[in-house]
């Protein structure tokens, strides 16, 4: 392997563990928020000034 093939296979795994960490969270959470409206929760509410 050339040295611009192992510069550029380097540069793509450490690229890859963010993205996975980021896209995962991101599609947790919509996957989450998902199944709060499916099963109708309703935010609580947090007024405290009256």
Do not use: N, R
Request: aromatic share 16%; proline share 4%.
């Amino acid at each position: 392997m050339s040295q611009l093939e192992s510069f550029i296979w380097h540069v793509l795994g450490y690229a890859a563990m963010p993205a996975i960490f980021l896209f995962g969270f991101i599609g947790i959470a919509v996957v989450c928020l998902f199944i709060l409206k499916w099963m109708g929760v309703q935010p609580v509410d947090t007024d405290i000034s009256s």
